[in-house]
């Protein structure tokens, strides 16, 4: 069967439906699940939390909006990002910004070979006003999007873009002037 007739038979409550369609979609899934939480456990708990709710709310799919993996797609990061969210894992970044968690996600620069450049760059972002490294580390460290930084920080978007716009130019113009000397 191809995906509109298993939607079909899982709207008429076919069980083998929804397992032929979990068969055919667990891999997809389960790569977006662990990409954003980065987590083999929670990528794994997604998945099943995915297709619960495909089995729940299959008529949520609306074919004329788009192909089925595509709103599958969308479903699964949307429900990584709530589960991340509520673990609070890599969200805590924006309730204590300089924290020893922050201090860990910034840990990857003393991977660097040039040790130099990887503290200067650490001591960079730490002048940062507070709201600029947020902005900045709910997105590099927290894999956020703009618009659900603004979200989870109950902040205009342009605000948002604004203030990444910032960190981001004066990140540039403080390497830009460190690699000149």
């Known amino acids: 069967m191809d995906d509109k007739q298993l939607i079909s038979a899982i709207k008429r409550r076919d069980q083998q439906a929804l397992l032929e369609l979990y068969q055919?979609?667990?891999?997809?899934?389960?790569?977006?699940?662990?990409?954003?939480?980065?987590?083999?456990?929670?990528?794994?708990?997604?998945?099943?939390?995915?297709?619960?709710?495909?089995w729940q709310r299959i008529d949520q799919y609306d074919e004329e909006r788009g192909v089925f993996a595509t709103w599958l797609a969308r479903v699964t990061r949307n429900m990584a990002i709530d589960r991340l969210r509520q673990t609070t894992r890599r969200v805590k970044l924006a309730d204590s910004l300089l924290s020893d968690e922050t201090q860990a996600t910034m840990d990857f620069l003393s991977e660097w070979a040039?040790?130099?450049?990887?503290?200067n760059l650490r001591a960079m972002i730490e002048?940062?006003?507070?709201?600029?490294?947020?902005?900045?580390?709910?997105?590099?460290?927290?894999g956020m999007t703009q618009a659900e930084?603004?979200?989870?920080?109950?902040?205009?978007?342009?605000?948002?873009?604004?203030?990444?716009?910032?960190?981001?130019?004066?990140l540039r113009e403080a390497w830009n002037a460190s690699e000149d000397r």
């Open 127 to 142: 002048r940062l006003p507070a709201e600029q490294v947020q902005v900045i580390a709910l997105s590099y460290y927290g």
């Open 114 to 119: 040039d040790r130099e450049r990887a503290e």
């Open 24 to 54: 055919r979609y667990a891999d997809y899934v389960f790569s977006i699940a662990y990409r954003v939480l980065d987590d083999q456990a929670s990528a794994e708990e997604c998945l099943q939390d995915v297709f619960l709710r495909i």
């Open 149 to 170: 930084i603004a979200e989870h920080l109950n902040l205009p978007l342009g605000t948002v873009k604004t203030r990444m716009r910032a960190a981001l130019q004066k």
